[in-house]
């Protein structure tokens, strides 16, 4: 008899995809369909950078030991679930890259998690770009400022409009 196996991907959300965030309706539907399930509040166990960039996206960054422990939410997401989170955050067209990352939750056990970081390309630009001054967290009030992917204007090169924001301070 064959069995079936599930390799859940534990996901570490810090940004957007956190309840009450402009995108977590998309977590909501996949977990509707048994493919994602909220785990907890966590931080990360290193400080990372986070911060804000263009269309007041957040960005964590990977310079493990800049910037602060960051809070977040952990999730178990199916490989079905990881499709839908891959294309929001732009994996394919070089925005986030999906990287390990430990968390700690309140019973204090570190888990191995993986987290939507800041594509290399650009990751320590955007550091610098913010005076290298991090966030502990992505607060519901920066959440305002967030403009959605449809509110943006369509005929813009996104990860040019990074470059720009990077360089030139735009957006």
């Known amino acids: 008899m064959a069995t079936t196996k599930t390799d859940w991907h534990l996901i570490f959300s810090y940004g957007t995809l956190k309840r009450g965030f402009p995108n977590h309706h998309l977590i909501e539907t996949l977990i509707s369909t048994g493919d994602v399930i ?3 509040e966590y931080t990360t166990v290193s400080i990372f950078p986070l911060v804000r960039g263009p269309y007041g996206i957040p960005y964590l960054i990977n310079i493990p030991g800049s910037g602060h422990r ?3 939410e952990l999730y178990k997401v199916k490989p079905n679930g990881l499709g839908p989170l891959d294309d929001l955050e732009g994996i394919e067209i070089g925005h986030y ?7 700690v ?3 204090e056990v570190v888990v191995s998690a993986e987290a939507y970081f800041a594509h290399r390309s650009f990751g320590e630009g955007m550091w610098k ?3 290298e001054m991090g966030l502990e967290e ?6 305002g400022k967030y403009e ?6 369509s005929n813009r090169d996104f990860i040019q409009d990074i470059r720009d924001f990077i360089h030139n301070g735009d957006n």
Do not use: N
Not at 138 to 143: C, H, I, K, T
Not at 148 to 153: A, S
């Open 70 to 72: 960051v809070k977040g």
């Open 105 to 107: 939750g309140r019973d």
């Open 138 to 143: 992505f607060s519901v009030e920066m959440a």
């Open 148 to 153: 959605r992917k449809e509110d943006r204007p």
């Open 38 to 40: 909220f785990i907890g």
């Open 129 to 131: 770009r913010g005076g």
């Open 97 to 103: 890259e999906r990287l390990p990352v430990s968390v």
